[in-house]
């Protein structure tokens, strides 16, 4: 995913794209998100901390002594933290 554009237009990409926004909307729709809170949502969701979490650990480069399980849970709070503060913000 982060090798290439994903694009709704192109048949190949589309259909992953919306099942994975389908996946997503469905673990946010309690939160009563408007399209465009979603949307950013989805953005920090997927690009920001999982992609970027990730990638890193792939690449080895969470080389700190802490466990990187125990990092991706602190960022999981943190990310429901920030979808509160999404959806709270005015528009």
Do not use: C, W
């Amino acid at each position: 995913m982060t090798q290439f554009q994903l694009n709704l237009k192109d048949p190949e990409t589309s259909p992953l794209i919306q099942e994975v926004f389908s996946f997503l909307k469905r673990v946010l729709q309690s939160y009563n998100l408007s399209e465009t809170k979603l949307i950013d949502a989805i953005r920090i969701v997927i690009n920001a901390a999982i992609i970027g979490f990730i990638v890193l650990e792939q690449a080895r480069l969470m080389t700190l002594e802490r466990s990187a399980d125990a990092s991706y849970e602190v960022m999981l709070d943190a990310l429901v933290v920030a979808i509160q503060h999404i959806q709270q913000r005015e528009s």
